[in-house]
């Protein structure tokens, strides 16, 4: 079963850029589809950034599309969310989650991810 640890997370000011890793072990990250998510306060969660897997097909919410990039290094069993043009709105904590491996698709249901790493808070602030 695969574990996931996210990092990079902290204060950023508006306009500036953050790269946040989620590392797994336990299983490679190849067979997986990996999505990050966040969570504002007083807000659902969101769905930002999705890789699917083999094909490494990424989908984007439009509120981050042309900002964010999602990109994995396999080799490292470590997928990526590089942020750019952060704002206030963007203030959040961000979480890596995983689909079962028989289905690692991009999904967009919560339910569809059973594992999911601890998030790491992101505050954009000047």
């Known amino acids: 079963q695969v574990q996931l640890v996210e990092s990079g997370g902290g204060l950023v000011q508006p306009g500036g850029s953050l790269t946040l890793s989620c590392a797994t072990s336990g299983d490679t990250v190849d067979y997986y589809g990996i999505a990050w998510f966040r969570q504002a306060p007083g807000k659902e969660r969101e769905r930002v950034a999705c890789s699917s897997s083999p094909a490494g097909n990424t989908e984007y919410a439009d509120s981050v599309k042309g900002r964010f990039t999602i990109s994995r290094d396999n080799a490292k069993n470590t997928v990526y969310l590089q942020m750019d043009s952060l704002q206030p709105e963007d203030t959040a904590v961000y979480s890596c989650?995983?689909?079962?491996?028989?289905?690692?698709?991009?999904?967009?249901?919560?339910?569809?991810?059973?594992?999911w790493g601890q998030g790491t808070p992101v505050p954009v602030s000047s």
């Open positions: 989650a995983a689909p079962p491996v028989l289905a690692p698709f991009c999904w967009h249901d919560l339910a569809a991810y059973p594992h």
